[in-house]
């Protein structure tokens, strides 16, 4: 005979493993700028990119519950580096370095291309990918050329808008619904879409389920 829980209390249980995971420690293990420098992991991987000023640090901040975590590494002038973090001994948390600046040059953007796609290649244990799309704004050339990527390498991946409380619920809607229509021509593109605001917190406990889904199970 088996226990179901009613949705309700599914949905209960996995916010509380979401927020007991993200309670946990969280440290700064490497970082790499360069192929080479890919720090082999033991543990199950989640990352998060989007275009430079999307809230991506922001986020990663609010999720685990810290001002400076995802600022610590990020020295300027070396943002072009991929920063890995463990959380509770269950979950690596990887910070890609944003895409799509403005006045980035040719050179800097083949040295992020060839730095995501080895990486995107090389890790058997990455479960998803968060791709950050600013919710005023939807998605840019730079973020399907991200999806192209991430398509190609078979990687899941999912769209988390960000700053949702500086639209309204019509330019909210509006963009949700074209983004879930580009997503269905997507086949690695996971069919949810995530709505937060780091600011006013919305959001970010759900983000703790889904991601401590993916995590290493605790051990027995
Ligand atoms: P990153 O470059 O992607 O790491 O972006 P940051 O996290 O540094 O955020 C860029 C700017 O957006 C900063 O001025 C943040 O204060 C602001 N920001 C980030 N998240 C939010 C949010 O949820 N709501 C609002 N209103 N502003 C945000």
Redesign the pocket.
Known sequence: MTDTLDPEEAKAAQIERGRLLFAQSCIFVAGAATEEMLPDLALNEVAFA?R????????INALTNRNTL?RTSNTPGRTQQINFFELGGRLSLVDLP?HGYAKASKEKIDIWTDLVNSYLKGRPKLRRVCLLVDARHGLKVTDREVMDMLDGSAVNYQIVL??V??SNQDELKSVLEKTKTELAKRPAAHPDIGLT????GYGIEDLRAELASLAEEIGE
């Open positions: 989007g430079s000023n999307v809230g991506k640090s922001s986020l995802a944003g960000t700053k409380d500086k605001s780091a600011t006013k």
